[in-house]
């Protein structure tokens, strides 16, 4: 096991360099952010004067250079547009968004699991029509569409909790739910399936046979069998919140990082575009890393 | 258990209340968009303003709608000749850190603003084209002497706002400290900003004694959030969110919506096809459909409470035939009148834009003008409007939307005119010399001239295409007693709210 984190480690490292080369690059293509940056009245000596500031003026393979030698002494840079650590912008984001996609996902894998494995075992039964109802909701109603009747339902015409914003736990009630919608509708589709299949299998019924109550069955015997293909999914879905739920953190005022890096992007302010790839690519690296052991300790065949 | 649960509901309720209830005496401010800092010399830029200006940080002078140029930080000024300003400050006037305004502030405040550390809103927005020096008379008397002569210098100073000269002068301030009747309390990155009511303030006590400002950047949400009574004002919402006549206010926000052309790549040189272009636009037909009513048809590149605004220009009626007939008669010249204009229009410049474009492309390509309309981000947007213009040799128009809320045309003139103005698509020597003998007058004689030089722009070379100016719309809880003016764009005093 120790072997093959540190392989996994090594090959993530390899990427992650990559990436960041990648994105030093391809971000700088999109122009010179000095016109974003000063008013369109600016004179071509404010103009000049910000460049130098910058160092905009120095060739592209000069500035990565002066990049790179930074990285390494893990110094980001500054946010031209924040005037402040690059880091610390993109980290006070992601813990935002840590919070969020952990709570969700703690939620949806919850609830998932528990009705679509009541969903495989009465096929086309109350659960199983829940469950093709939810899925359906979250594959056809758009995030901003669901946010804003929730706003206009719940907050604005029931006055039941805020219509956006952060600091008490009636904040997160709104957000949770919208992004609850559309991993549950597809986990929950992915667990009935599963699940299917291995209440169909033979140590089920041998269990069946020798008087295993329906329970036990199901959440014991077949559930952590159905679990390998579940629990992709889950990563998959983990890994698109981790970076940044950008429609709910626009619309609920969150300050996650996935709306910092849309506006970082769009501000061409390239260290916090840098640093928000850099923390999210970690992220979604030890996440998978987390994901292998999981596979392993549930399915003992599997070895690293 | 029991117990355990109703304490649950009754914190979640109370929780509710709180989040719900607005107290007396505090407003909550929802902006569009989170402040990138609160730098006072960055209030320029209308988030920031909204906070800081007149709130936290006081300017010399201020430009009063309706009442012209007030003191503020500076009780009297007086031209004393050769370029030379000579303003008095006001006496006993205390920065919130306790420590007294003098002349050395003021100095300071503007050397920042041109400071090689960094790049200020302000500095790069009004005070490029000419250099200032300071004269220390006194700790309440100092002379500022600007070269080349400004003679708006004493509006120019209602821009900059004033610092304690122990402020860093190497890098934005996070914390800013000015004389406003409010202290900057807490910025929590994000989330909110707060403000509080000074007890020391040199001027009368606001009403308001504590600000919130939060920022949703979905209009829908920042009018849903007056509407829950989770806020007081959201300065800026759309036109289709402004849909409750009690609450919801129209007033112009003194931006111009208008085309730049291009004047010096055919067919757009030759004058006909830019009358032509001017009569094949039905400007009256955008306005309470898809722009808001109180949209006003433009003559010039300011709002119509702007000094020198020429009130005698009449729009370009909507007349087809003659667009027509100019065209023919341009093409019978052997103008290329058949030529394909790219139409660069900037992508969420304003409520509607891309409908808006598209109707007038529609309405031009009906004239017989051959029009390609191309949306763009702002950054690609900037290298089509600014100098060096992109151009390929292709004839272009841009549409722009210019603000100016400053009161005198001296703030667009040169810029948009001039033969070295960065945006500007004209090179006339004659109107160069309106625009540099207008800014150097004074009073009658300046508003004379600049009403000569729009009526020039506007008759005789026919610059440009110009539209409509704007209005915004500004949602305000009902228990509060305020109504936005031109200024909310630009800034939002805190002191002039008072409550039901």
Redesign the interface.
């Known amino acids: 096991m120790k072997s093959f984190l540190g392989k996994r480690a090594i090959a993530s490292a390899i990427s992650l360099i990559g990436l960041i080369i990648l994105v030093f690059f391809l971000s700088r293509l999109t122009g010179d952010p000095t016109n974003l940056y000063l008013p369109v009245d600016a004179s071509q000596e404010s103009r000049d004067r910000f460049r130098e500031i910058h160092g905009l003026n120095d060739p592209l393979i000069v500035q990565f250079f002066h990049y790179m030698s930074d990285l390494v002494q893990f110094d980001f840079g500054m946010s031209i547009r924040r005037a402040e650590p690059a880091l610390d912008a993109v980290l006070r984001a992601f813990v935002w968004t840590l919070q969020l996609a952990i709570i969700t996902m703690t939620l949806v894998t919850g609830s998932a699991i528990v009705l679509g494995s009541l969903a495989a075992y009465h096929v086309g039964g109350f659960f199983d029509r829940i469950a093709t109802f939810c899925s359906l909701i979250g594959a056809s109603a758009p995030d901003f569409w669901i946010a804003i009747v929730a706003i206009v339902v719940f907050s604005v015409h029931l006055g039941w909790v805020p219509t956006s914003g952060t600091g008490t736990v009636l904040h997160w009630i709104l957000p949770i739910g919208v992004l609850f919608i559309r991993p549950f509708g597809l986990i929950v589709q992915v667990v009935r399936g599963s699940m299917i299949t291995a209440l169909s299998s033979a140590y089920v019924k041998t269990a069946r046979a020798k008087g295993v109550r329906n329970r036990p069955i199901i959440f014991v015997h077949a559930l952590r069998n159905a679990m390998l293909p579940v629990i992709t999914v889950i990563g998959d879905q983990a890994a698109s919140l981790l970076n940044g739920a950008v429609v709910v953190e626009t619309i609920f005022g969150f300050p996650g990082v996935g709306k910092l890096m849309i506006d970082s992007i769009l501000q061409r302010d390239f260290a916090v575009v840098m640093a928000a790839i850099f923390v999210t690519a970690v992220a979604i690296f030890v996440m998978n890393i987390l994901i292998d052991i999981l596979y392993a300790v549930l399915d003992p065949r599997i070895r690293y | 258990m029991p117990l355990k649960i109703s304490r649950i509901s009754a914190t ?1 309720l109370a ?2 209340i ?3 209830v607005l107290a007396q005496e505090s407003v909550t401010v929802v902006l569009s968009e ?1 402040l ?2 609160v ?1 006072p010399c960055m209030a ?1 830029k209308s988030n920031i303003g909204r906070v800081i200006l007149q709130n936290v940080s006081e300017t010399l002078t201020e430009l009063v709608p309706g009442a012209g140029l007030q003191p503020r930080l500076a009780t009297s000024w007086e031209d004393m000749g050769g370029g030379t300003w000579r303003f008095t400050l006001r006496d006993g006037v205390t920065f919130s850190d306790g420590t007294a305004l003098d002349a050395a502030d003021i100095v300071f405040s503007l050397e920042r603003n041109k400071s ?4 200020c ?1 302000t ?3 009004y005070y ?2 000419f250099e200032l020096t300071t004269d220390i008379v006194d700790d309440l008397t100092i002379d500022i002497t600007s070269d080349p002569a400004q003679p708006i210098l004493p509006l120019l100073m209602s821009t900059l706002a004033v610092l304690p000269s122990e402020s860093n002068p190497d ?2 301030v ?1 914390q800013p400290v000015g004389t406003g009747p409010y202290t900057f309390d807490e910025y929590a ?3 909110y900003i707060k403000l509080s009511a000074r007890d020391d303030y040199w001027g009368d006590a606001p009403t308001v004694q504590d600000a919130t400002y ?5 209009s ?2 920042r009018a ?2 007056v ?2 009574g ?1 806020a007081d004002i959201a300065p800026n919402i759309a036109l289709q969110d402004a849909t409750n006549p009690e609450t919801d206010y129209s007033y112009p926000n003194s931006e111009t919506v208008y085309m730049r052309i291009d004047n010096s790549t055919a067919p757009l040189d030759d004058v006909r096809v830019r009358q032509a272009l001017n009569y094949a636009v039905d400007r009256e037909a955008f306005i309470g459909t898809i722009l808001a009513d109180g949209t006003l048809q433009a003559t010039g590149m300011t709002p119509p409470s702007t000094i020198g605004y020429n009130h005698d220009l009449s729009p370009y009626p909507y007349d087809l035939d003659k667009s027509k007939e100019l065209l023919a008669a341009a093409a019978a010249d052997g103008v290329p009148v058949d030529a394909e204009i790219t139409l660069i229009g900037r992508l969420e410049n304003f409520a509607n834009v891309t409908e808006t474009m598209e109707a007038l492309t529609s309405m031009w390509q009906e004239a017989g003008l051959n029009i390609k309309l191309q949306m763009v ?4 947007w ?2 089509y ?2 100098k060096p213009f992109v151009t390929d040799g292709r004839p272009i128009m841009v549409e722009a939307m210019h603000d100016n809320a400053n009161g005198d045309p001296v ?1 667009s003139m040169f ?1 948009k005119y001039g033969s070295e103005g ?2 500007s698509g004209v090179a006339d020597p004659k109107l160069d010399e309106m625009i540099a003998t207008a800014t150097a007058a004074t009073g009658d004689e300046r508003q004379g001239l600049w009403e000569e030089t729009f009526a020039y722009v506007f008759n005789d070379i026919v610059a440009d295409v110009f539209l409509w100016h704007m209005v915004g719309f500004t949602r305000v809880n009902e228990r509060l007693d305020f109504e936005p003016s031109i200024k909310t764009n630009s800034e939002l005093q805190l002191s002039q709210i008072e409550f039901k």
């Open positions: 979640l929780t509710t709180a989040g719900q989170e990138e800092n730098e320029a090689d550390k960094f790049v809103e500095g790069a927005k490029g084209g890098a934005f996070d990155r994000g989330q939060v920022f949703r950047s979905e829908a949400v849903a959030m509407e829950a989770e981000e702002t950054a690609e900037n290298e409007y600014s703030f810029n960065v945006q």
